[in-house]
């Protein structure tokens, strides 16, 4: 059983929800990023996507696309993101799902890439722009190093698709709650609930459910129905609030946390 796996298996047994932050690596710095997952970590993160900075990033909402532009500006990329990871290995044993466009992944080397990612500690890959039906060979790649694949269902998705879906997937589900890119939201569409119910109806693994979660309102309404809420743009951009004035204050790190804190479900 992977660690996502034996995560969920754990939360679910608790009666419990999770919290799965994201961020971009690289932003503010590789150097802040290594703290920050260990803060997430310690705040109650029950997993942590780790965004690989990428210059076309056609899934994401402008926070995150500027948190991306940032990254590169400091010549941050997959490989620092992995050699990162291991670091942060010395720290946490928090599971650590790399999110990434597969241009940077297929530049890297797919084969090399699934066998850093195991060595250095990542737990899954979750790729945005990789059709399902591309996904096979990589599937198995990852899969032969023990990582998990994790794939994105969306409120369009057929039942069709759901179950191809369900099929190849491990570690757990992203249910996108709307169409449209990332970016925070001030209500969490209906279409979320009615998603995972379909999965529900196709599929026992763990779904987490992301797209627009800023609040804790929002987060306790995901609890509701899923295994899980994925908070980005409005972690992210709290993190460029900070930073504004391109340095990080010497209590970026607890700021974040405590910032993450306030989104835990109660």
Do not use: W
Not at 27 to 39: A, C, K, M, N
Not at 205 to 230: H, K, N, W, Y
């Amino acid at each position: 059983m992977s660690c996502l796996s034996e995560t969920f298996k754990r939360l679910r047994a608790g009666g419990g929800c999770g919290f799965v932050p994201f961020i971009m690596a690289g932003d503010p710095d590789i150097e802040h990023t290594e703290r920050l997952i260990v803060e997430l970590a310690c705040a109650g993160a029950t997993v942590i996507e780790l965004g690989v900075p990428f210059s076309d990033p056609v899934a994401d909402g402008v926070v995150i696309q500027r948190a991306a532009e940032r990254a590169l500006q400091r010549e941050v990329n997959l490989a620092s993101v992995l050699k990162l990871v291991g670091r942060v290995r010395l720290a946490t044993n928090v599971p650590l799902v790399i999110f990434s466009y597969f241009n940077p992944l297929l530049q890297f080397g797919l084969e090399r890439f699934a066998v850093e990612a195991s060595r250095t500690g990542v737990d899954g890959v979750l790729v945005t722009d990789l059709a399902l039906e591309e996904a096979g060979e990589f599937a198995h790649t990852l899969a032969a190093h023990d990582l998990d694949m994790i794939f994105l269902v969306a409120p369009t998705s057929t039942d069709a698709r759901l179950r191809m879906i369900a099929e190849r997937a491990s570690g757990f589900i992203y249910a996108v709650s709307r169409t449209g890119v990332t970016g925070a939201r001030e209500t969490l569409s209906r279409e979320a609930e009615q998603l995972v119910r379909r999965v529900r109806a196709v599929c026992d693994l763990p779904i987490v459910v992301g797209f627009g979660i800023s609040t804790r309102e929002q987060v306790m309404e995901v609890c509701r129905f899923a295994d899980a809420a994925v908070v980005g743009s409005v972690i992210v951009e709290e993190i460029e609030r900070l930073t504004s004035d391109g340095k990080a204050p010497s209590d970026f790190v607890e700021r974040v946390g405590a910032f993450a804190r306030a989104l835990l479900p109660q």
